[in-house]
């Protein structure tokens, strides 16, 4: 059986977007730089972004996208994702943790479920022998923490201080022992793997 | 010439000390392991850490030691640490800032400034070839990085969440890019080491 494993990227003072996200800047002002790694380097919100993650980067994306047999993200992430164009691009079911499952749009490869326990319940199900992949958004990785589902814990630095925004620790109260499991780095970020001591 | 480089450890939810830190828990509660890297492995607050850093964390530390010519901590740190039993023990000029000078002790191998400013200016000429090494607390490392003199920046991550204490980045509001220079890993600490780009 697979194990659930949550996934995201940080600046170094700790935030998962920098201030004032919205349309148009998904990741805050100056928030670029969070996903340079996903693209391979730098790009702004003028343009789409089209290069690829290459050498310790993309490593690090092959692992998680071999392991994981199914995704699970918060309403919020779907939304600042603008739903990936409509349709769910990743190869595996993805599920979207919303207080309006009604909202499911057909046959774009999005399930929406109310809770996050439903949306476990249902991953781990779809996943069968692989991982369950919580994607984020802050929200949903700390309820999914505090819970107790998250058997290993990925956070990728990005080489910056943002100096605002959105924390992904915020709210946050619990002490959780972790175990480092490994380390990839390229120039765009650490990619830093914990496994959570129960 | 050195060049004025700051370092500090953190959990991985970004905390210095975890909460209600004070005398007979200098790292707050549950925060010795914040530095079971410094000793070795785990220590308690209950009895003097005698262990000493192995491996990566030794290079680490050793790499520090080669290069700092000079110290400059904040007073509340030196009051955290106990004045280090009433000696400086670094083989190296130590300055503190603080907001009282005349507490200096004497002879006691520590020398109180009055602001930052002064503190790196007369540990940069103590420190002559040397790196002048900024060792915290967080308001010393952020004031010191908001005012431009912090070249280079470590990070040392302890696989922990602390869910509360004091954060190292707590009220820092600029953005600055940083550009990886180095990496360290231990089973008691992710070191990360940063040039902070102009």
């Known amino acids: 059986m697979g194990i659930v494993a949550a996934g995201i990227t940080t600046s170094l003072d700790g935030y998962i977007v920098g201030p004032n996200d919205g349309p148009g800047q998904g990741l805050g002002e100056r928030g670029e730089r969070l996903h340079y790694w996903v693209f ?21 994306l092959d692992q998680g996208i071999a392991r994981g047999g199914a995704l699970v993200i ?29 909202d499911e749009p057909p046959d774009a490869g999005f399930t929406f479920v109310e809770g996050l326990d439903e949306a476990i319940a ?33 956070i990728s630095i990005a080489p ?24 990839l780095q390229s120039p765009f970020a650490t990619h830093i793997t914990y496994r959570v001591v129960r």
């Open 40 to 60: 391979g380097g730098p790009w702004s919100y003028e343009e789409e972004p089209r290069g690829q993650a290459t050498g310790a980067d993309k490593e690090f």
């Open 122 to 154: 249902r991953a781990r199900e779809a996943a069968g022998d692989k991982d369950v992949a919580i994607g984020g958004g802050a929200d949903v990785i700390r309820q999914a923490l505090r819970a107790g589902y998250v058997e290993e814990l990925s």
């Open 160 to 183: 910056v201080l943002l100096g605002g925004g959105k924390r992904l620790f915020e709210g946050f109260d619990q002490d959780l022992t972790l175990e480092h499991v490994s380390l």
């Open 74 to 102: 918060g309403r919020n992430m779907y939304e600042a994702a603008e739903a990936w164009g409509g349709r769910n691009p990743f190869g595996a079911p993805l599920f979207v943790v919303t207080h309006r499952p009604e």
